[in-house]
């Protein structure tokens, strides 16, 4: 086991280096065959991994291979923790990252640095794995930085782009903040409970509550709202996508962002026990959702609708961790890595047939040009949507049911939230896919569908976003929920729905209810009337314009806190640094410039008068001695 | 006492010698003047080494003055090859004109 383990992890690196270090010299298909390779092999390892655990003693399996950080109390092992949690993760990481790894071939064939990303992107695998597998917080924080580092090359792939570098920093410093929280929290729990590693966390009564335990839990959250993209750091998620299209559907909507969930769920006993811990993560979750809805319902760039959307959507399950419901939300982890990398790679698809135009406002009709890709997305768009029986609804409806046992607010913060949801998506599928064609002739002709080897994995992806909520069918209908079934070792305080079936059945009722009005709503509005985005920024209402504008966060964000180290750094730059430093320099070197000439009128060049001062300091020195 | 004769003079000698030596080296301009005032230096100690050596009856000393002796007999050679060298380029042996490292 600790074989297959240590084999799941590093193939992805071995891929990484082998076309980091070589990639220029192999053939195109080479590195393609080595880079999808290693992780589909990694992904046959990890269904291994995944049938072996369910036969081990309370489903864990903890490996350690040597000792890395041993320092007074702290003993940090190098191992890995294969549970419920982490063996689904690890399915979802490989898998989904298999299939877009397949993908990208199709779609990155005429790139120059072909060899380049796909050694960016086995190394992210590499270090997702190692995120969810390490079996300390530790190890969790090499792979969160390592993932970060990632996402930051692949951001700034097109790195001749000013804007997508900016793009890839704005992640990166974002990330910085809430790693600090991490990195805090850490402390705290190590100073708390006394060690890092799970095996010691997960021993009954290893936690309990003190009053340390909020602070960890929130210090932990803050790094979660930077790596998953929360109000208030979610601001970089939107800009990530300047990377490449299968970049943000593996990073910045299947895997990486989700890290934050995982995180809070690996966390679970912390979080149980502290309430304001837990509302403060619904409360976040709760408007962020909401929050980034509203603001996508007015994007016109197709990559940026669905990056407010997958903001939401995790906005969605954070939600769900407030009211303790953590199975639902890695249920929800799981169905939403498969309808939003599988919205990412067919708004790929339609970027390719447009020849790079991500402009709905161009687009329209393409559903008779592109119709495998219009097919998958329609399944996709209804699945986010929450329209049963496709995978969305059961884990949106599971994770809202325990939200409104929990709290009613916030529970209808979740259900506009999604009934906006179903509004901005199919808005996005009515302008993209219906009407008429509005990018010209010359762009008509050049519309095709895509390669099959970017079509395949779009079908499998929808095939998983239709039967995905097999996973966790509700027992509302008789069904066993096995997600939340198998996870029940993770958990240390369960919660159970206490509802009656008649309430479950009402609040299933209003979300689907809800679903569907929203899709009419945008039916009736984008279809019937034919109603388009405006082009020119002048005829929005006010209302309009502000959400046009994403609430001004950013530039709200730009006046508070760069403007003032901007002006902070003036102030140092023409003070301290031109006064001070530069004086402190200058006088330095004007002293040793004054006494050189000075001394320098000693040295007349007499040979005799050398020796004569030779033998004057002969004498003295001599006559010094006793 | 050597030989009757006490060894203040053999010191006042070759302090007498040395410190002619000396001012020879600093106050002459001419390169071949000073290289007999350092003769006359190296000498002065020569002597001194002789004294004392016979005043303890120990021969340690007067082995002292052949290396001396020796090691002046090669730094004359060379010192005398250096001049020669000095006297084709600047047509002198005045060590006042030898002054162009001060600029």
Redesign the interface.
């Known amino acids: 086991m600790a074989y297959i383990l240590l084999g799941i992890v590093l193939l992805p690196l071995l891929g990484s280096i082998i076309n980091g270090l070589l990639g220029k010299k192999l053939s195109k298909s080479n590195v393609a065959t080595i880079a999808s390779g290693s992780i589909g092999l990694s992904f046959v390892l990890s269904i291994i991994a995944f049938i072996q655990l369910q036969s081990a003693e309370n489903r864990v399996i903890n490996v350690d291979y040597y000792k890395w950080v041993v320092s007074g109390m702290l003993d940090v092992p190098m191992g890995f923790w294969l549970d419920s949690l982490s063996s689904l993760y690890i399915l979802v990481i490989t898998g989904v990252g298999f299939l877009i790894h397949v993908y990208s071939i199709g779609y990155m064939h005429e790139d120059d640095g072909f060899s380049r990303y796909f050694s960016y992107l086995n190394l992210f695998v590499f270090f997702m794995l190692m995120l969810v597998l390490g079996n300390s917080y530790v190890t969790m924080f090499v792979g969160w930085e390592g993932v970060g580092l990632c996402s930051y090359l692949l951001i700034g792939f097109w790195f001749k782009n000013h804007a997508y570098n900016d793009a890839a920093k704005k992640a990166f410093i974002m990330n910085r903040i809430g790693d600090l929280g991490f990195i805090l929290g850490m402390a705290l729990l190590f100073i708390t409970y006394g060690s890092l590693n799970y095996a010691d966390l997960n021993k009954p009564g290893a936690i309990t509550y003190t009053s340390a335990t909020t602070a960890i839990a929130l210090l932990l959250f803050l790094g979660a709202t930077g790596k998953s993209a929360q109000i208030p750091l979610y601001t970089w998620l939107p800009d990530a996508m300047a990377g490449p299209t299968p970049v943000s559907a593996l990073i910045h909507a299947a895997t990486m962002v989700t890290a934050g969930i995982y995180m809070v769920v690996r966390s679970n006993a912390i979080y149980s026990l502290s309430e304001t811990a837990s509302l403060v993560v619904g409360i976040v979750g709760g408007v962020t959702a909401l929050w980034a809805a509203i603001i996508a319902t007015l994007q016109f760039d197709i990559k940026k609708i669905l990056a407010y959307s997958t903001v939401s959507q995790l906005g969605l399950m954070f939600l769900g961790l407030g009211a303790n419901a953590y199975s639902s939300s890695v249920f929800h982890v799981i169905t939403h890595a498969f309808f939003k990398a599988l919205l990412f790679l067919g708004a790929g698809s339609v970027i390719h047939a447009m020849g790079g135009e991500q402009d709905i406002r161009k687009m329209g009709g393409l559903s008779k040009k592109i119709p495998t890709t219009y097919l998958t997305m329609l399944i996709a768009t209804i699945a986010i949507s929450g329209i049963p029986p496709f995978s969305g609804f059961f884990s949106k409806d599971e994770i809202l049911a325990h939200v409104y046992e929990y709290n009613k607010g916030l529970w209808a913060l979740g259900v506009i939230a999604s009934m906006l949801t179903a509004f901005y998506m199919f808005r996005m599928l009515f302008l993209t896919f219906w009407g008429y064609f509005r990018g010209g002739s010359e762009l008509y002709k050049h519309l095709h569908e895509s390669p099959s080897v970017m079509t395949i994995p779009l079908m499998i992806l929808a095939v998983l976003s239709v039967i995905g909520g097999l996973l966790g069918l509700p027992e509302l209908i008789g069904a066993k929920n096995w997600i939340g079934h198998y996870l029940d070792n993770v958990i240390l305080i369960k919660t159970y729905l206490g509802l009656s079936h008649s309430i479950e059945w009402m609040l299933m009722g209003i979300a689907v209810a809800g679903a569907v009005a929203s899709i009419y709503f945008a039916y009736q509005l984008f279809v019937i009337n034919g109603v388009l985005p405006v082009e020119d920024e002048a005829e929005l209402k006010w209302w309009q314009k502000i959400i046009y504008h994403k609430f001004y966060v950013d530039e709200l964000y730009d006046f508070i806190i760069r403007r003032p180290i901007d002006f902070l750094g003036k102030v140092v730059d023409r003070f301290f640094e031109k006064m001070v430093f530069n004086g402190i320099n200058d006088s330095i070197s004007s002293i040793t410039l004054f006494l050189g000439e000075w001394i320098r009128k000693i040295?007349?060049?007499?040979?005799?008068y050398y020796?004569?001062a030779m033998?004057i300091s002969i004498i003295v020195i001599l006559s010094m001695i006793k | 006492m050597i030989n009757g004769i006490s060894i203040d003079y053999f010191i006042l000698l070759s302090a007498v010698l040395f410190t002619i030596g000396a001012i020879g080296v600093m106050a002459r301009r001419n390169s071949i003047i000073i290289f007999m005032c350092i003769e006359l230096m190296l000498n002065a100690v020569n002597i001194l080494l002789v004294a004392f050596s016979t005043l303890h009856q120990n021969a340690e000393g007067q082995v002292f003055v052949f290396f001396v002796m020796t090691v002046a007999a090669a730094e004359v050679s060379v010192g005398l090859a250096i001049l020669t060298m000095i006297y084709r380029n600047i047509k002198s042996i005045d060590t006042n004109l030898l002054s162009n490292l001060k600029d």
């Open positions: 040295h007349i060049g007499n040979i005799a020796i004569m033998t």
